[in-house]
């Protein structure tokens, strides 16, 4: 990537959801950590008062303890903190462990099984349901406040919410995000896998230039499409290695619903299509061959069910952590030792900075991938500067895959419809497109029993409204 790119000084970041652990820390970090960004403002709101707090001491002691100029401010109302600023991260969900688990538990009881639940089936469609609105209001107070601003959405169901903002805000600069294809971390994992190195500590810049890889798709539902080391072919060898990892897979490793075998079903994927899905936790919720429907038993059990209660835990696992740190029982000195770069500051830094990197991005398709339609929102290798985003070529989709990408972009683009006309039919039809429904008796129930169990956080306009 050549060229001469606009650059800023100071940049101010505002994180509408700093109470999301899985952003929040690793965006402290970067912050402080880079020479582009560390002279600028980190403006972090949350509506939870205390996590706030602790959030903003954590980020103040960091700065403090590694001597920049960061300033940091903290708000419980975005309003407060939105002017000038020249990026906007969305990171919040209201009670997502609670109402993830309300919606694959119904999901499950009419034979729909979701092992995270956050983007396709019907906890996608309800997580749109209860987070989609939220972000528009924040779009209309952005449009006002800071119109020039980058809007990152970091909110799954990360293409839904990408299209929303792509259609129904078209004067903002938005893309979406995935930390799934966070680069060169992707590259030196299929590096590995295909024996260009033994230890991500060996992966350097010349093997970079030499290794090329194609990825693409929808979020949650991508594809790698080639992978070259000096003109050789290392798809079959990067399949060959799953499928020998997928003989000791969750050994002594995570055994959580979404890395229970992702080896096993990436190779079995591979031997069906030719090509490897990479982000298999989430791909293997996107297809109905692990729902447990078949006739004849398979070699793979059927999905494992999102686990509620473990991921409370976690969540407060991360809660003790950075207690730990404000209470000065681990040094502060140690943070920068503990956590590292997240994608979306990588890219703030990298756009900040004018560095010319590419990154995986959820956008526009703008004929990188040939025979698709420009208007597909796609996660795909893009050129990422203050000016804009562009896709990097592709190739075509191969047949098969390409087939189940429209039938996911046609439920999503559903979704976001009927979420924004507040539109019952459209949700039906939503519910019904999407892959893993194959009832509609059930699908009708299913929507009335999730309205039900999530008044408290779906708008109230849903409950005046009736299928007629």
Known sequence: MEGIFITIQNPKVVVLGAGSLFFGRECIWQMVHSEHLNKGTLALVDTNEERLNKLVRLARMVVDANQVELKIEGSLDRKQVLQDADFVVLSFAKDTVKYRGIDCEISEKYGIRMCSGDTIGPGGIFRVMRELPMIMDCAKDIEKMCPDAWVINYINPSTVNGIALKKYAPNLKSFALCDSHHMPHKKIIYAERAGIINDKSEYSEEIDRKFNLSIAGVNHFTWLLNAEYEGKDLLPT????????????????????????????????????????????????????WQGLGRLKDSIPPLSIWETEDRYKRHDMMWRQIDSFLSGETPISEYMNTFGPDHATDIIENMVGGLGKPFYINTLNQVAVENM???????????????????????????????????????????????????????????????????????DQIIEELLDLEKDVIPRDWYAKDFA
């Open 373 to 443: 339609n420009d208007d597909s929102f796609l996660e795909l290798l893009c050129e990422v500067t203050m000016d804009e985003i562009k896709p990097l070529p592709v190739g075509e989709m191969p047949r098969g895959i390409r087939g189940m990408q429209e039938l996911v972009l046609d439920t999503h683009e559903l979704t976001v419809a009927a979420v924004l006309e507040g539109d019952r039919k459209k949700l039906r039809r939503a519910m019904l497109t999407d892959p893993l429904v194959n009832s509609i008796a059930d699908s």
């Open 238 to 289: 990067i399949a060959e290695s799953l499928k020998i990892s997928a003989e000791k897979e969750t050994v002594g490793g995570d055994t959580g619903a979404k890395a229970l075998y992702n080896d096993a079903i990436s190779y079995q994927l591979y031997d069906i299509f030719g090509y490897v899905p990479t982000c298999t936790a989430h791909t293997k919720e996107y297809v109905p061959y």
